[in-house]
């Protein structure tokens, strides 16, 4: 049996600060040839961030090693968003990494409380794997005391049908919890939805309650 996995998230600022005018638009700055992209990063048995995969299976090694304070488990994979620059067609130089929330579908009765408070999509699309289901989200945020407080989020999954000709159809809910923070200002933030590797779903149904009422969006894999 899965346990079951929410997460709690910290609308921090971009971990990516912006570079000078003058080199940008000269198309020198360090910045100039950046790229970003949700991948799969994988750490060695020292805790160093060695190589990653992109949703489109491009792979690069970094040139040197990256290491973070976040990176606590070796031997491991983390979900991240990396921008960086190609260094050649291996090889890339890492420019910021912050890790993805990421979560998959849990049966609904595993949890004690469905909370749904509201949220808006900003984007969404199927990593070229069928891997993931990428979610971008726009949450209502602020501090108190001077403490920003941490979200919760969960996938819940309602149902599987099995069609006639043997395809499945996957009903999700996509959980919130505001915790009593308050909506201060709003702030963006990725979120992927790993899909089972065994009887994955040949489509999925995907609910969200938004700020405009329930939004349901239907994604295949």
């Not at 994979?77 to 579908?105: C, H, M, W």
């Not at 999954?157 to 009593?180: C, E, I, M």
């Not at 963006?188 to 089972?196: A, E, F, T």
């Not at 779903?201 to 295949?220: A, K, N, S």
């Amino acid at each position: 049996m899965r346990r079951l996995v929410v997460y709690t998230i910290l609308l921090c600022l971009p971990f990516f600060v912006s570079c000078e005018t003058d080199s940008y638009e000269k198309g020198e700055g360090k910045y100039s040839l950046m790229q970003a992209d949700l991948c799969e990063l994988t750490v060695n048995n020292q805790k160093q961030a060695t190589t990653f995969v992109t949703d489109d299976g491009s792979s690069f090694t970094f040139k040197t090693p990256y290491t973070a304070k976040w990176i606590e488990t070796a031997d491991t994979t983390y979900r991240t968003l990396i921008y960086y620059n190609k260094v050649d067609a291996s090889q890339a130089e890492p420019l910021g990494i912050g890790v993805i929330p990421t979560l998959f579908p849990v049966e609904h009765w595993h949890f004690k409380e469905i909370k749904q408070d509201p949220i808006d999509l900003e984007s969404a699309w199927m990593a070229k794997s069928g891997k993931y289901l990428n979610l971008g989200v726009l949450m209502k945020t602020g501090r108190v005391d001077d403490e920003e407080l941490p979200h919760t989020i969960g996938l819940a999954q309602d149902t599987v049908l099995l069609h006639p000709d043997g395809k499945r159809t996957a009903f999700y809910r996509f959980l919130h919890s505001q915790n009593d923070i308050p909506e201060y200002y709003t702030n963006r933030r990725y979120i992927s939805i790993l899909l089972p590797d065994e009887q994955r779903p040949d489509t999925i149904c995907l609910t969200i309650q938004t700020y405009q009422g329930t939004l349901e969006r239907v994604f295949v894999p």
